[in-house]
């Protein structure tokens, strides 16, 4: 075996040592304490999806028992064929995807704008846009309404979709980090005659590629789970999103308690099967944007 | 399209930066659609019309006595930021979203603390630890406020009730309905629900503290609690001090869980103020009122928004 082998090998094992200490006691019983904070955490969830899949006359039973008499899949059945469920998830897509693909466009752009151009009255704007991080959206709910209304916008897409895709805060990220992007690409691209579009589509956009995809998980993910707005300006079940669909329908159910379980699966059920196939993009898209967002 | 551009922009005396220079030499010959205002525009309009208008707008008719069913507004001055402050509704609404935020906030910031430590500390099947306590973020208010208000905190059969009997202990907590419980069970919820936001900034924060300081202490013998206390916190102080803020403005805009769950009862015990604002405005055609204390409730998280930095700033300097 050559020096530079043994080298190797024991600069990898040392390496996967620190990486993972050895089981001690004390490692161990944090392991225990995890996997107690996990199952605390799942459990209700796996209360859902046992509610979902029993008959629906055990489903008040005491005590406690996970599995029915049989496992039946009767209540997903029931509620696709009598709900709108399908109508709604398609509505909650819609608008979740114009949102995302609005929010980042108009954010970039206006971004772009704040940080490689000059013009009269910039810092001012800039300013005025800043300023917006401070005003939770809640607080508009009365005059946006009343606006939706004049504007014959209650019980559309656009109703829906409009008030939130001029987010101040993207803009701030996406300045920050357009900021800390070395111009020398950019110059270099204008000395070949580009103009500003062609540099910022072809040049800026794909350099910031990480952040805006951080920006649209995190636009995504608000938007799919907004529920004040959309349940404020959707009276029509035909025009509601998932989460406002949902909760308007409980009435209807009663207490067809599989039933109610079994469209909570249904719609919870989309976006964590997003989650788990995209752990790593999302992670780090919310870690991001959620601590630069102050 | 512009043809060839000259390699070296040209010299200005008035210049400031760079930035400045090449962009004021070029300005000349760019056609309209390249100018600043362009890209900035889209955004602006759509931000004036549904963030700053809604915002003066909300204002003008805080001052009146419009509604929504159709009679005239009148100008009436303060007169609604008068009644406002003399409701009793509308201050013990305001009162729940303060203690909303106070029980919240604790738990919310020490849990994602403590689970986010738990994870980086195993550092194995970190898929686990990430599905449990953050995939709840990820579902709507709807479907979590559903599922433990229908099956979780009824009475009897809800898992809470259940669980309590199996452990031996006395079920049968008024979980919702009892006014004692009511706003626990809601910050329950709360937090199983939202931790995992928490959770995922602290563990982004733990993974940025360079190995080398803990090989080092490792090194001079200390031992894994002594890392913790004199390495691993002290070094969190600063994200502390964001998700600390984060969480409040966050909690004060408590209205879905309360809504959906408990309806802000039992007898109003759990409203917060943006339902009030709902009830008024949107129930009670009263847009003139509901204005007036959206503004009264804007106020209140302006204030924390701008006092909480500067009190973060003296404790950090108090710190040193």
């Known amino acids: ?294 | 399209m512009t043809t060839l551009t000259p390699a070296a922009p040209a010299p200005s005396a008035s210049g400031t930066g760079r930035g400045a220079v090449t962009a004021r030499s070029r300005t000349a010959r760019r056609k309209w659609t390249e100018h600043g205002l362009v890209f900035v525009a889209p955004f602006l309009v759509v931000y004036g019309l549904f963030l700053v208008w809604p915002l003066i707008s909300g204002l003008g008719m805080s001052l009146t006595s419009e509604n929504i069913t159709g009679t005239e507004a009148e100008f009436i001055g303060l007169d609604n930021y008068a009644e406002a402050l003399a409701d009793p509704q509308m201050w013990s609404s305001l009162w729940n979203t303060v203690w909303f935020t106070v029980l919240s906030t604790v738990p919310l910031v020490l849990v994602g603390l403590v689970l986010a430590l738990l994870a980086h500390q195993l550092r194995v099947v970190q898929w686990l630890w990430r599905i449990s306590w953050f995939a709840p973020f990820l579902l709507p208010s709807g479907v979590v406020c559903m599922l433990f208000a229908q099956m979780i905190f009824p009475p009897g059969f809800g898992l809470a009730d259940q669980l309590l009997a199996s452990a031996g202990l006395e079920p049968g907590i008024g979980w919702l309905s009892d006014e004692r419980y009511a706003m626990l069970s809601i910050v329950l919820t709360t937090v199983w629900w939202t931790v995992g936001f928490n959770f995922l900034l602290y563990l982004a924060a733990l993974q940025a503290v360079p190995q080398h300081l803990y090989e080092a202490a490792e090194l001079d013998g200390a031992g894994a609690w002594r890392r913790l206390l004199h390495i691993t916190l002290p070094l969190l102080r600063r994200t502390t001090g964001l998700v600390l803020v984060l969480q409040v403005l966050a909690s004060l805009k408590i209205f879905d869980q309360v809504y959906l769950m408990t309806g802000g009862g039992p007898d109003d015990s759990t409203r917060p103020i943006l339902q009030y604002v709902y009830q008024q405005g949107f129930t009670g055609y009263r847009i003139g009122y509901a204005s007036a204390v959206s503004y009264v409730f804007f106020a209140l998280v302006l204030i924390v928004s701008l006092v909480q930095p500067v009190l973060a700033r003296r404790k950090e300097e108090a710190g040193k």
């Open chain 1, 1 to 294: 075996m050559s020096l530079a082998a043994v080298r190797d090998r024991t600069v990898r094992s040392s390496r996967t040592e620190s990486r993972r200490p050895r089981w001690t006691t004390g490692r161990l019983s944090l392991l225990a304490m995890a996997l107690v904070l996990a199952a605390a955490w799942l459990l209700p969830l796996l209360w859902a999806v046992a509610t979902s899949l029993k008959p629906e006359g055990e489903t008040t039973r005491t005590p406690l028992e996970w599995i029915g008499s049989r496992i039946t899949f009767e209540a997903y059945a029931k509620v696709w064929e009598s709900g709108a469920l399908l109508r709604w998830t398609v509505n909650s897509l819609v608008v979740s995807g114009l949102t995302t693909l609005l929010t980042v466009g108009l954010c970039a752009m206006a971004a772009y704008g704040f940080t490689r151009t000059a013009f009269r009255g910039r810092k001012l704007l800039y300013g005025l846009v800043l300023a917006g991080i401070m005003v939770p959206p809640q607080v508009l709910i009365a005059p946006l309404f009343t606006q939706m209304v004049r504007m014959g916008l209650v019980d559309t897409y656009w109703g829906v979709i409009l008030p939130q895709v001029a987010v101040p805060a993207m803009v701030f990220i996406l300045v920050k980090f357009f900021e800390g992007v070395p111009r020398e690409l950019e110059e270099a691209a204008f000395v070949d005659g580009a103009g500003r579009w062609r540099v910022f589509w072809t040049i800026v956009m794909p350099l910031s590629r990480p952040v805006l995809a951080a920006v649209a998980i995190f636009t995504f993910i608000s938007t799919w789970n907004n529920f004040l707005w959309p349940f404020l300006v959707t009276t029509d079940p035909q025009a509601m999103t998932l989460p406002v669909g949902l909760v308007n329908v409980q009435s209807g159910f009663g207490v067809r308690y599989a039933q109610i379980m079994a469209s909570l699966v249904i719609a919870g059920l989309p976006l964590l099967l997003v989650f788990a196939l995209f752990q790593r993009q999302i992670v780090r898209g919310i870690a991001h944007t959620g601590l630069a967002g102050q």
